[in-house]
């Protein structure tokens, strides 16, 4: 069964205080690992995909990297409007999309 | 804003009760993907239809069903409501049935209380 685990659950940062939130898959034949951002009270909104070993991607303060077995967001420099519930998801072989539980980003001012 | 569309935004309603939970995906997008959201368990995939037709299962108990309707439109019926069936719950959209290598839009979910 597809499992995807993801830690810290929560994580308090000050600004300015670089950190990253780990995301440990297990798939058969990964096709897809995704980084959605969940503010409180709405739907997940997508940040990003990575397809293969190796590759990163980056979108202002965040930059996503992907291994074999894990994936890290690293958060540079933090800003308060960062502060929000980061999910990480990956899809298998088996064409369904498995999420983790999240961590919850709080950047205090 | 994702261009999914979801109402209510919130349900309250009673034990033992059924209610039904609308969903307009975004501009020609053809699949439609339900799921669920609780504090303890996270998003839970309970049901995707692609073009009308029911693509996947997930996680999703017998007393609750789904469809999709010609206009792309999707409805999650939930009936003998129970408290554990408090929960978020939202819809998502994409242009693919395929969920493993596109991204999802979703929308801003329905609170449901069951009291």
């Known amino acids: 069964e597809d499992q995807v685990t993801q830690s810290p659950e929560a994580l308090r940062l000050q600004e300015g205080e670089s950190s990253s939130l780990n995301c440990s898959y297990t798939?058969?034949?990964?096709?897809?690992l995704f980084w959605y951002r969940q503010d409180p009270g709405k739907g997940p909104e997508f940040l990003f995909t990575?397809?293969?070993a190796g590759e990163e991607k980056e979108k202002e303060r965040l930059k996503a990297t992907l291994t074999k077995k894990e994936s890290f967001l690293h958060i540079t420099a933090p800003k308060p409007e960062d502060s929000a519930t980061y999910l990480c998801a990956a899809g298998g072989s088996n064409y369904k999309l498995t999420f983790g539980k999240g961590t919850l980003l709080t950047v205090n001012p | 804003d994702s261009g999914v569309t979801q109402t209510p935004k919130h349900l309250i309603t009673a034990t033992g009760q059924r209610v039904t939970l609308r969903c307009s995906p975004r501009s020609g997008d053809l699949s439609v993907y339900w799921y669920q959201q609780s504090l303890d368990q996270g998003l839970q995939f309970l049901i995707q239809?692609?073009?009308?037709?029911?693509?996947a299962k997930g996680n999703i108990l017998e007393r609750f069903s789904a469809q999709q309707f010609p206009d792309l439109h999707s409805e999650l019926n939930l009936s003998s409501l129970e408290l554990g069936d408090s929960a978020l719950y939202f819809c998502?959209?994409?242009?693919?049935?395929?969920?493993?290598?596109?991204?999802?839009?979703f929308g801003s979910g329905t609170q449901l209380s069951v009291l």
């Open positions: 990575l397809y293969s």
């Open positions: 239809y692609y073009n009308g037709e029911e693509r």
């Open positions: 798939v058969s034949g990964l096709r897809g």
């Open positions: 998502a959209s994409s242009v693919t049935p395929l969920a493993a290598n596109e991204k999802l839009f």
